[in-house]
């Protein structure tokens, strides 16, 4: 089975633009889930997504925004991007989403660099 | 304020010998818990999870211990390879999503 991929791998944008980010999860999983990772704050968790539905949001301010499609390709889109978006954005997938006893599966991640 | 916390920043063993990674929690609501392994530029796999009715379990040379009257969890390596080196996080489920210590970097010495 094909592992969740992320699209694309690096970005580099400048500060006041936004960028989109893509994540295709394991086949059959149909959670799927965003987090941030910055050298001094580890790993956020910024949303949730099941069903195309937003389940559970991190303590992220609006710019930042995602969706899900029918096949549980799900995307991330940030907007007036700030220098301090610079970061890892990883997205984990899993059958039936974040309840207990649940493993979440990561991709590779989206390097985005704000110039 | 931090629910997950991997006081350790970093640890460094001599290859053969037993890696022991340490994390601690707040919050008695969690009940499932995992540890990833993350190497540079790449996504954390899994490694290894253990609920919390259990208080040990193994996958090969990797033992998950939890003790829950402490709210600490901790990962055994044994042997110690050198292809272990790597950052080392532990996870909580609290049922909406998973809470990150700040990680642990092992480097395995040959």
């Known amino acids: 089975k094909a592992g969740v991929t992320q699209t694309p791998r690096y970005l580099i944008k400048t500060r006041g633009q936004q960028v989109t980010l893509s994540c295709s999860p394991i086949s059959g999983h149909r959670s799927v889930s965003w987090y941030q990772q910055t050298p001094g704050q580890g790993l956020q968790f910024l949303f949730e997504y099941f069903s195309e539905t937003q389940r559970n949001k991190g303590n992220f301010p609006g710019r930042f925004s995602g969706r899900q499609f029918s096949n549980s390709r799900s995307e991330m889109n940030v907007s007036t991007l700030e220098l301090g978006d610079s970061a890892l954005y990883l997205c984990a997938s899993s059958l039936e989403g974040s309840r207990r006893g649940e493993t979440q599966y990561f991709g590779p991640g989206t390097r985005l660099l704000v110039l | 304020d931090q629910q997950v916390k991997q006081n350790s920043p970093s640890l460094s063993v001599q290859e053969g010998r037993i890696s022991i990674l340490n994390c601690d929690y707040t919050n008695s609501m969690f009940d499932y818990f995992l540890w990833y392994k993350k190497y540079p530029a790449e996504g954390p796999t899994f490694l290894i999870s253990?609920?919390?009715?259990?208080d040990k379990n193994e996958d090969g040379r990797f033992t998950v211990f939890l003790n829950k009257s402490a709210k600490h969890l901790s990962l055994h390596i044994v042997p110690s390879q050198p292809g272990d080196s790597a950052v080392y996080f532990c996870?909580?489920?609290?049922?909406?999503?998973?809470?990150f210590g700040a990680g642990t970097i092992l480097r395995v010495k040959s």
């Open positions: 996870a909580a489920n609290d049922g909406n999503k998973l809470v």
């Open positions: 253990i609920s919390s009715i259990k």
